[in-house]
């Protein structure tokens, strides 16, 4: 396997439902990210970690959870969701090095997302 | 305003055209900048990557940055049918770190 895989491809789950989604990246990265990506909206940034540490989180309702166990594994745990945050789900990861002002980010790879739909 | 701006399109040209996608922003912090290409159900997928102004090649794809105008360009050149997917733009400040998306041009090359 290389690059960035995310299982599943597809899912659906109700309301009540648990599930979570899995990412895994085979580059030797030392930052992973998840991103949101609904229709004719752009992607929207929900959680970053480096080195493993969370070091962001936009404001994303506590219906989703990331777990990072280690710096090639990331999860998306979800539960209580709601119709509208049906959409696809990215993972990336990126190799930050140091730069100028700190550490940079010089491009993503992005896994093939999740297609999440909540009935 | 939005931060990032992308024509949404659809855009349709002719195989062999000059293809031209454009993104305007606000932030005048921003320094870096990037193009992806996404296919249909798939990840975007990193195409080019600028610092500052001026112009990058790599074969048929040029990007070019106009700082003074808060406007950024990606040029395609003889496009194929295979260049047919969404494109989009992201950029970040002189920090470099967590990088702003416009929503996307979606590109259609005719055979």
């Known amino acids: 396997e290389t690059g960035v895989t995310q299982t599943p491809r597809h899912l659906v789950m109700g309301m009540t439902n648990k599930k979570s989604l899995k990412c895994e990246q085979h580059?030797?990265?030392?930052?992973m990210y998840w991103y949101k990506q609904s229709a004719k909206k752009p992607l929207e940034l929900m959680f970053v970690y480096n080195f493993k540490e969370q070091t962001e989180n936009n404001s994303v309702p506590s219906r989703f959870s990331p777990e990072c166990p280690n710096s090639s594994h990331l999860f998306l745990h979800l539960h209580t969701l709601q119709p509208e945050d049906s959409a696809l789900y990215l993972c990336?990861?990126?190799?930050?090095?140091?730069?100028?002002?700190?550490?940079?980010?010089?491009?993503?790879?992005f896994g093939s997302g999740t297609r999440l739909t909540v009935v | 305003q939005k931060e990032v701006e992308q024509d949404p399109g659809p855009l349709s040209v002719p195989e062999g055209a000059i293809v031209s996608l454009n993104c305007t922003y606000s932030n005048s912090a921003f320094q870096y900048f990037m193009w992806y290409r996404q296919y249909s159900r798939k990840g975007p997928e990193l195409l080019m990557y600028t610092y500052s102004s001026g112009n990058k090649e790599d074969g048929r794809f040029t990007a070019q940055v106009d700082k003074s105008s808060k406007y950024i360009s990606l040029f395609i050149r003889d496009s194929q049918p295979s260049d047919s997917a969404t494109y989009l733009c992201?950029?970040?400040?002189?920090?470099?770190?967590?990088?702003?998306f416009g929503p996307g041009t979606r590109l259609s090359v005719l055979p």
């Open positions: 990336a990861s990126s190799q930050d090095a140091l730069g100028g002002e700190g550490m940079i980010n010089y491009g993503y790879t």
């Open positions: 580059l030797g990265h030392n930052a």
């Open positions: 992201a950029m970040a400040d002189n920090y470099g770190q967590n990088f702003v």
